[in-house]
């Protein structure tokens, strides 16, 4: 037990140390739900020292250390006397300086999430509470009563959602970024979204959360795979058709029984260069998708590798590296502030450049579809500020930056005007939460499930 305990430690003092994140059960998810490329981009050669020095050499001692095994009464007499010993230390230190104990845990909470090795060790039973679960699985039918009631005869929707990864909002130019990352967007008629928050702070758990039914304050992950998703709503009118790919990990549980295509390597995606397959590699070949549906109304989600951490230099071309220098290394300490925010500036060029190329392959059905592009990112980034990097904070204690998401929407005169889109409020508070809801109002979904408050569309209708 000992000897496990060491090495995992270990480990989760590297990551402690060098990203400033805690190991609570999401990170767990996350770290159960990541694939080996993911990992190499962590992986470094400090992370093998701090293996080898706190892990392997303590955990070699204790292997070596020669155990005296005593008769079970002497064994456990001694182990009481050193019990109460302890116990009685503690309540003397504790109860004389009681006030200030008090006040302290009260004053920093997250104190107890750095403590190690006993929060992984709770953490660990936190997820395995979250996750597991006794018995079949059963997935409760949403919104069986679905059905596509258009107010006007109009031509068939085809809307491509993009579900983007650790954008900031701040980072963005359309919201007053002072370097200019969105040159080709900002060439488009936009309606930004400046003031979107995330449901959770890593993609394990705001991914699902944004397609769930539950809101932010009700979604749980077992609640959420036991009830069916946005997807299988939209599914259940029989006259849309839903289609995900996926560049990041996967659907996270949002697109279980839809259409999925993997797009994370070579085999369906033709933009690949070492190891690293783009974001615009899914658009290729959707026109023959689209030319299939036969007049259905179309979804189509995008779920992008964007700016996965934290080997930002990795996510975009050499073309697309107009801020230098760039920090090359996931180790984001070792980087000044300007080099980090350089290759992370440069990886969202790229999700410009291919937002702007969706929103081309759109202009090509502006005759025969009402078209648009909904963007959202899943949630934020640290980029050192305070020290913190990369995301998956507890959502109580995450600042600003993971968790305020870029979001916004495209679409063609035709939408627009039958939206009447022009006269949308975009400066309210919009979250994952009215995700859910504005894809039934944009595909004109009658359904119990449906509550118009949260439909960001609605409001102009
Ligand atoms: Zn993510």
Redesign the pocket.
């Known amino acids: 037990m000992l000897i496990i305990t060491l090495l995992i430690s270990s480990m989760t003092s590297y990551f402690m140390n060098t990203y400033n994140v805690v190991i609570d059960d999401s990170m767990i998810r996350n770290m159960m739900q990541t694939n080996m490329k993911e990992s190499m981009d962590l992986l470094s050669v400090k992370q093998v020292l701090y293996f080898i020095f706190f892990g392997l050499l303590p955990a070699y001692v204790v292997y070596k250390s020669p155990i005296r095994y005593r008769k079970l009464k002497p064994e456990l007499l001694s182990k009481l006397k050193q019990l109460l010993t302890l116990a009685l230390m503690i309540g003397v230190i504790v109860f004389a300086f009681f006030k200030y104990y008090s006040s302290f845990a009260r004053e920093h909470k997250p104190l107890r999430y750095t403590a190690n090795p006993t929060y992984w060790i709770y953490s660990v039973g936190n997820y395995i509470n979250a996750t597991l679960t006794s018995g079949e699985l059963v997935v409760t039918p949403t919104g069986t009563d679905a059905k596509v009631v258009k107010k006007e005869k109009t031509q068939p929707k085809l809307v491509i959602l993009v579900v983007g990864?650790?954008t900031r909002a701040d980072h963005f130019s359309l919201n007053g970024y002072k370097k200019e990352t969105n040159p080709q967007l900002k060439q488009e008629d936009i309606i930004n979204f400046p003031n979107v928050y995330s449901c959770g702070t890593?993609?394990a758990v705001?991914v699902p959360c944004m397609f769930s039914y539950y809101d932010k304050s009700s979604y749980s992950f077992k609640k959420g795979l036991r009830k069916e998703t946005i997807l299988d709503v939209l599914d259940h009118t029989n006259s849309i058709s839903v289609l995900w790919r996926d560049n990041n990990s996967n659907s996270k549980g949002a697109a279980i029984r839809v259409t999925y295509e993997d797009y994370k390597t070579s085999h369906a995606n033709t933009v690949c260069t070492d190891d690293e397959c783009r974001d615009e590699g899914m658009l290729v070949g959707l026109d023959t998708y689209i030319a299939s549906q036969q007049g259905n109304d179309i979804l189509i989600v995008l779920h992008q590798m964007g700016n996965?951490g934290p080997a930002y230099y990795k996510r975009y071309p050499k073309a697309f590296e107009k801020f230098t220098p760039v920090c090359e290394t996931n180790q984001l300490e070792e980087c000044t502030q300007e080099e980090i925010n350089n290759a992370y500036d440069n990886a969202i060029l790229y999700t410009d450049d291919f937002l702007v190329k969706t929103i081309n392959l759109l202009k090509q059905y502006d005759k025969t579809h009402q078209t648009a592009m909904i963007y959202m990112s899943?949630?934020g980034e640290s980029l050192g500020e305070k020290n913190i990097y990369l995301h998956g904070l507890p959502y109580f204690m995450a600042p600003d930056a993971q968790i305020h998401i870029p979001a916004l929407v495209w679409a063609n005169d035709s939408l627009k005007n039958s939206f009447n889109l022009k006269e949308l409020d975009v400066t309210k508070k919009v979250t994952h939460d009215n995700l859910f809801h504005s894809l039934l109002g944009l595909f004109e979904v009658q359904t119990e499930v449906y509550q118009p408050k949260l439909d960001i569309f609605n409001a102009t209708k």
């Open positions: 990864e650790a890593s993609t705001s996965h899943d949630h």
